[in-house]
């Protein structure tokens, strides 16, 4: 009796484990059929596709209709990043930002895309003060940080983008009070613009932020031979003549 039962069981576990077994190949088989049929609705033809030829004719297809998914998705950022530049240009510059998000969700490795959000971020920090004089509120403060990590994401992006180093700068100079940021910024900028005299004069202002008077001298010393500008060329002079009575 125990020899039978012994066996009954036996049999009993191989039909469980045949179920088992086939029910799992049924599964993955149609898993395999849904994805068949997925594809078809793509195909040439209509029905399951089951020859190989079939097949490479339903993935061409699909293939096909994933690269105008791509190309539509690149149409619609360029479209975002136009409504943010001409936001930009109406000097709308909180529509702007939002504008070329839209653009950066789409093309997030679009080093322009960042250095432009940079820029409107800046803009519009200095619409976005607390009332009294000179105080700063906590949107505007939000606004500046916005601007510093997209200038740097568009650098990270960039290494050579030198409108970004150089807004970069002038955010950290004039309105972060970071002139040593600054500085590290316009050197890098000026390894590929060593002669642009607004950079020497920056770094004139940072150096004496700093109180590095003597360098800030030498830096005006370079840039005013240089410019071409009348005014800028006053304002310099007057700036050197100043940090000498200070020396």
């Given at each position: 009796?125990?020899?039978?039962?012994?066996?009954?069981?036996?049999?009993?576990?191989?039909?469980?484990?045949?179920?088992?077994?086939?029910?799992?190949?049924?599964?993955?088989?149609?898993?395999?059929?849904?994805l068949a049929r997925q594809i078809?609705?793509?195909?040439?033809?209509?029905?399951?596709?089951?020859?190989?030829?079939?097949?490479?004719?339903?993935?061409?297809?699909?293939?096909?209709?994933?690269?105008?998914?791509?190309?539509?998705?690149?149409?619609?950022?360029?479209?975002?990043?136009?409504?943010?530049?001409?936001?930009?240009?109406?000097?709308?510059?909180?529509?702007?930002?939002?504008?070329?998000?839209?653009?950066?969700?789409?093309?997030?490795?679009?080093?322009?895309?960042?250095?432009?959000?940079?820029?409107?971020?800046?803009?519009?920090?200095?619409?976005?003060?607390?009332?009294?004089?000179?105080?700063i509120g906590e949107r505007s403060?939000?606004?500046?940080?916005?601007?510093?990590?997209?200038?740097?994401?568009?650098?990270?992006?960039?290494?050579?983008?030198?409108?970004?180093?150089?807004?970069?700068?002038?955010?950290?100079?004039?309105?972060?009070?970071?002139?040593?940021?600054?500085?590290?910024?316009?050197?890098?900028?000026?390894?590929?613009?060593?002669?642009?005299?607004?950079?020497?004069?920056?770094?004139?202002?940072?150096?004496?932020?700093?109180?590095?008077?003597?360098?800030?001298?030498?830096?005006?010393?370079?840039?005013?031979?240089?410019?071409?500008?009348?005014?800028?060329?006053?304002?310099?002079?007057?700036?050197?003549?100043?940090?000498?009575?200070?020396?």
């Amino acid at each position: 009796m125990k020899t039978k039962r012994h066996i009954y069981g036996l049999i009993a576990f191989i039909i469980i484990a045949g179920g088992v077994v086939f029910i799992l190949y049924y599964e993955k088989n149609k898993e395999r059929l849904d994805l068949a049929r997925q594809i078809a609705e793509y195909g040439p033809r209509k029905g399951v596709p089951r020859t190989i030829d079939d097949l490479k004719r339903a993935i061409a297809a699909y293939e096909k209709l994933q690269l105008q998914h791509i190309k539509d998705a690149a149409q619609t950022g360029t479209y975002w990043k136009i409504l943010g530049t001409r936001f930009q240009d109406k000097e709308m510059y909180f529509e702007a930002i939002d504008a070329l998000k839209h653009a950066i969700d789409i093309t997030p490795d679009d080093e322009t895309l960042h250095y432009l959000l940079g820029l409107n971020a800046a803009y519009a920090s200095k619409s976005a003060y607390d009332a009294g004089e000179g105080a700063i509120g906590e949107r505007s403060r939000r606004c500046l940080e916005l601007a510093e990590d997209a200038y740097l994401r568009s650098i990270e992006l960039e290494g050579k983008y030198n409108q970004a180093r150089f807004a970069l700068a002038v955010l950290y100079i004039y309105e972060l009070d970071r002139p040593a940021d600054g500085i590290d910024q316009l050197v890098a900028y000026m390894e590929n613009r060593s002669g642009d005299a607004d950079a020497m004069f920056m770094m004139a202002r940072a150096f004496y932020m700093l109180g590095r008077y003597r360098e800030a001298v030498d830096w005006y010393d370079q840039g005013i031979p240089l410019t071409k500008d009348r005014m800028k060329k006053a304002e310099a002079e007057e700036n050197r003549r100043f940090i000498l009575g200070l020396m």
